[in-house]
């Protein structure tokens, strides 16, 4: 609905008619991102839709269930379409290896477990796609992500969305503040995807019923292993898999094909108690394994840390705050002590298992659901 006043904020935030308030939309060809684009249209928001083209087209077109390939594609074309707005494609193939798939590969080489999404948002969609949003004149670039941004007395800030099962507070920690002032997630105070599949439905859009994305858009049926070989040739070169103390328990086809925390596939039979993956050494070839118990810690080392917080990060000897260090998992009490304006050593209250260097570690207010920020673990 057109607003008279100027003084009158418009759903995005703005003091002006949602005819005169141009917002990118981030299309990636699923429901999420449709909803949002097909909602802003019908409130008349000069609406234009983006599509990144992140790895090769004709390989891409062979692979179902992940975001960006060749049908997502079409899918998004078609909801312009539908929805009367322009839609444009960009390659962004060069910036996508080499923000995201090769320091993929050679974090996995290096023994940790990266998270590709985390970087993805980083580097290309909150970088050079909201580049692209301004040199495109937008006032905001608008995302179909479970996340709410709300304003708060020191500016906008970010926030768990209000439906906890779909809430991608953990892939999104790294948004900086100048970031966050151009961006808005119009689908974070939804209560369930069950409501972004009605409103999916309600604007006729074909996609109402596809499937959510499964795995990591180049990573096909999450075979990590097949994707390095493919990246390093020469990767999978096999080793020893050794105990704690170092002795020779059997061998295996490459370090690639392990992770920490694994127990199933290891090939060591006959012992009578499991073994788990409880660290990968790529510089000697060895899978070292051991009991459950040594999969456990309570500190965790963290760096490039990105924050959020009202007052500087290390304005303050410690923060008590709540943190998550994996997607799956629900935030833990910890306490954070500072080394520096980047880095931190989070103590956890209670120990936990499979703390992996690659992963994230994101900081959580005690209450309230607010993100403040995060950083990547590191072997220490």
Excluded at 212 to 230: H, L, M, W
Excluded at 357 to 370: I, M
Aim: charged fraction near 25%.
């Amino acid at each position: 609905m057109a607003l008279d006043r100027p003084d009158t904020l418009n759903s995005l935030g703005f003091a002006k008619p949602p005819s005169q308030t141009r917002v990118v939309v981030a299309m990636s060809g699923g429901v999420d991102s449709s909803v949002v684009a097909a909602r802003l249209a019908e409130e008349g928001y000069d609406v234009v839709g983006v599509t990144l083209q992140l790895y090769d087209h004709g390989a891409a077109l062979a692979k179902k269930g992940a975001c960006c390939a060749g049908r997502d594609i079409h899918d998004a074309r078609r909801v312009a379409e539908e929805m009367g707005f322009p839609h444009y494609v960009l390659d962004y193939e060069n910036a996508f290896r080499e923000a995201v798939i090769d320091e993929f590969a050679d974090s996995y080489l290096a023994g940790a477990t990266p998270v590709p999404c985390i970087r993805c948002n980083e580097r290309v969609k909150f970088k050079d796609l909201l580049g692209t949003a301004r040199d495109l004149d937008a006032d905001c670039m608008a995302t179909g992500h479970y996340i709410q941004r709300k304003m708060g007395p020191n500016g906008a800030e970010l926030h768990c969305a209000a439906d906890a099962a779909r809430d991608q507070s953990y892939f999104l920690f790294s948004t900086t503040r100048e970031q966050l002032d151009f961006l808005r997630f119009p689908l974070g105070h939804l209560a369930s995807k069950a409501e972004t599949r009605a409103l999916a439905a309600k604007y006729g859009l074909g996609v109402a019923d596809k499937p959510d994305s499964q795995d990591i858009c180049f990573v096909p049926n999450g075979n990590y292993a097949a994707v390095i070989e493919k990246l390093r040739p020469g990767a999978a070169d096999p080793g020893e898999i050794v105990d704690m103390d170092g002795n020779v328990l059997g061998a295996h086809r490459g370090v690639i094909h392990y992770t920490i925390g694994q127990r199933r596939g290891l090939g060591i039979g006959g012992l009578e108690d499991p073994l788990y993956v409880v660290r990968l050494d790529p510089a000697t070839r060895r899978v070292v394994v051991g009991p459950k118990e040594a999969l456990t810690t309570r500190t965790v080392p963290v760096r490039e840390i990105n924050w959020l917080g009202d007052a500087p990060f290390d304005s303050r000897a410690e923060w008590p705050l709540s943190v998550k260090i994996r997607s799956t998992r629900p935030p833990r009490e910890a306490t954070i002590r500072p080394v520096s304006a980047t880095e931190a050593e989070v103590e956890l209250l209670v120990a936990e298992e499979g703390v992996s260097p690659g992963q994230a570690c994101v900081f959580y207010a005690p209450e309230g659901g607010r993100i403040l920020g995060g950083g990547w673990i590191h072997k220490g």
